[in-house]
């Protein structure tokens, strides 16, 4: 089946950096996404990462991927109150479809 | 280009009560999926089109039905509300499938049932 764990809580002290983690079960995954969910809000897509990558980095944000372990996490740089959400990790299973995590809920404090 | 517009945004049924929540996307995506966000499990994927009269289900189409007669709208119904269908849905769509096109959610409809 495809299964995607995470963590579900994160707290940070603001201008520390947050590491999110993520395991998945579908080795055939093309692509691995990270989404943003602020309260009230949809899911935002923040980054992304192709199978046959190792790791990418995109402004504050740095996505790791072990493709031999399953494990993908998201290191997001000095850390701000604005990034305070609920982040889902999510694999791309057949066709269009997507599976994602419980969600991680990252609090960040002053 | 208001993107992804679900409605409405919140809303109460008593048990057995049914009704149609609507999505519809201005992008022309043919790809439309419906699902539930119920705290812990993450999103589940309901129903799920890859454009116009073909739908499909996903990981948890009971109780749920969909239909598909133009390219930009997606509603979901209920046929007969159950408690167990409280929660909040999303509805989302893409172009296809790839990072160059990646699926676009709306706000959420937040459904409760008495």
């Known amino acids: 089946g495809e299964d995607v764990e995470q963590s579900l809580f994160l707290s940070v002290r603001e201008g520390d950096s947050s590491v999110i983690n993520c395991t998945y079960t579908d080795s055939s995954s093309t692509y691995l996404y990270w989404y943003k969910q602020e309260p009230g809000a949809g899911l935002q897509l923040l980054t992304y990462i192709f199978s046959n990558m190792d790791m990418k980095q995109d402004q504050r944000l740095t996505v790791l991927l072990n493709k031999k372990d399953k494990h993908l996490s998201l290191r997001i740089a000095d850390t701000q109150t604005g990034d305070s959400a609920i982040y889902f990790c999510a694999e791309s299973i057949r066709d269009y479809k997507l599976s994602f995590g419980a969600g991680t809920t990252v609090t960040v404090r002053a | 280009n208001a993107g992804v517009t679900q409605t409405p945004k919140f809303q109460v049924l008593k048990t057995g009560q049914s009704m149609t929540l609507q999505c519809a996307q201005d992008m022309n995506h043919e790809y439309m999926s419906w699902y539930r966000q119920d705290p812990g499990m993450g999103l589940r994927l309901i129903h799920y089109?890859?454009?116009?009269?073909?739908?499909d289900q996903g990981e948890v189409p009971n109780g749920y039905n969909v239909s598909r007669s133009t390219t930009e709208d997606f509603p979901l119904r209920l046929l007969s509300a159950a408690p167990s269908q409280t929660s909040v849905y999303f509805c989302?769509?893409?172009?296809?499938?790839?990072?160059?096109?990646?699926?676009?959610f709306g706000d959420g409809t937040r459904l409760s049932i008495l």
């Open positions: 089109s890859v454009g116009a009269g073909i739908t």
């Open positions: 989302a769509s893409s172009r296809g499938q790839g990072v160059d096109q990646p699926q676009h």
